[in-house]
């Protein structure tokens, strides 16, 4: 499989990724679904949702801090460096991911999506202000400093809020014209990002998964490597020029 996927690589003129948790799971951040998931034990709809936030700003504000406390203790994996190396030898190459945790952007790469906003960015609910902030602090204090009236909130992209149209034009522009989409570590279930999948498909280019469990984009993979991406991505890219 492996072999067959580095000529998959080394054809690819414009290779293009789609991320999620399971690209970080091997630098220890719990993923969303896989057994003991961040949504295991909390309810997404009360933590990931406008109305969570509305309900009780504090406890979602809180629940933000504890995941970007998990982050900072953790460090890129050979995944995300293999999807920098892909950069660096691609210059077409693009990475969308649904991932917050920003360790893609520390591990160097440049040509990223955050499709689902950053957890290092917090803005108010109610005005267009908003701040990349590495530094955010844990308890929410309440007061915007624009609009004074507007609760600050978490910079990520919550279930039923659109993501940016911006971001999500321009990703399809990469997905339609990319041909080669690696699937990278998602249980490829949250929409529009799993719909990038059959886009691209339609769009003639080939597909390669690269996660240990089946998904429901599985059935449009040219080849599925069922290994975690922190082994397979390099292996996949040792000799490529
Ligand atoms: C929207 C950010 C519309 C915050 C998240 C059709 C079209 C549009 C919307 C919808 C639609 N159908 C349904 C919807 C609604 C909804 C949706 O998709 N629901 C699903 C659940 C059915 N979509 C939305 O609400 C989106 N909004 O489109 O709004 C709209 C338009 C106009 C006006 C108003 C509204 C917003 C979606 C974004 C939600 N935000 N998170 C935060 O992170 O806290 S989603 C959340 O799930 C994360 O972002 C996460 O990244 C994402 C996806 O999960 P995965 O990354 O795949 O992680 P998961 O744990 O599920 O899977 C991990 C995988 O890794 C597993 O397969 C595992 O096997 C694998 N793995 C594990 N270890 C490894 C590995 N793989 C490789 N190597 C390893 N080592
Ligand atoms: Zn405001």
């Known amino acids: 499989m492996i072999e067959q996927a580095k000529a998959l690589l080394r054809g690819a003129k414009r290779p293009l990724a789609l991320a999620g948790a399971g690209l970080s799971a091997e630098s220890g951040i719990p993923t969303f679904r896989n057994s003991g998931g961040l949504w295991k034990e909390k309810k997404a709809?009360?933590?990931?949702?406008?109305d969570g936030f509305r309900r009780d700003p504090q406890m979602v504000w809180e629940w933000y801090a504890h995941r970007r406390d998990q982050v900072r203790e953790c460090k890129?994996?050979?995944?995300?460096?293999?999807?920098?190396?892909?950069?660096?030898?691609?210059?077409?190459?693009?990475?969308?991911?649904?991932?917050?945790?920003?360790?893609?952007?520390?591990?160097?790469?440049?040509?990223?999506?955050?499709?689902?906003?950053?957890?290092?960015?917090?803005?108010?609910?109610?005005?267009?202000?908003?701040?990349?902030?590495?530094q955010v602090p844990t308890l929410l204090n309440n007061q915007c400093p624009v609009c004074k009236t507007g609760l600050l909130r978490p910079g990520v992209v919550w279930f039923h809020e659109p993501l940016d149209p911006w971001i999500v034009s321009r990703s399809q522009e990469l997905v339609t014209a990319c041909d080669l989409l690696l699937v990278v570590g998602t249980s490829a279930q949250v929409y529009p990002a799993a719909g990038f999948v059959p886009l691209a498909m339609q769009?003639?280019?080939?597909?390669?998964?690269?996660?240990?469990?089946?998904?429901p984009m599985s059935k449009y993979a040219t080849l599925t490597i069922r290994q975690p991406v922190g082994k397979a991505l390099p292996e996949m890219l040792a000799g490529l020029i």
């Open 45 to 50: 709809e009360d933590l990931a949702t406008p």
């Open 76 to 134: 890129p994996n050979p995944g995300h460096t293999a999807l920098v190396e892909l950069e660096r030898l691609r210059p077409e190459f693009w990475l969308l991911t649904q991932n917050v945790d920003g360790l893609s952007r520390t591990a160097g790469a440049t040509r990223v999506l955050e499709l689902h906003g950053s957890l290092w960015v917090f803005k108010c609910f109610t005005c267009p202000y908003s701040r990349q902030d590495l």
């Open 203 to 215: 769009a003639g280019a080939k597909i390669i998964e690269i996660n240990p469990e089946d998904t």
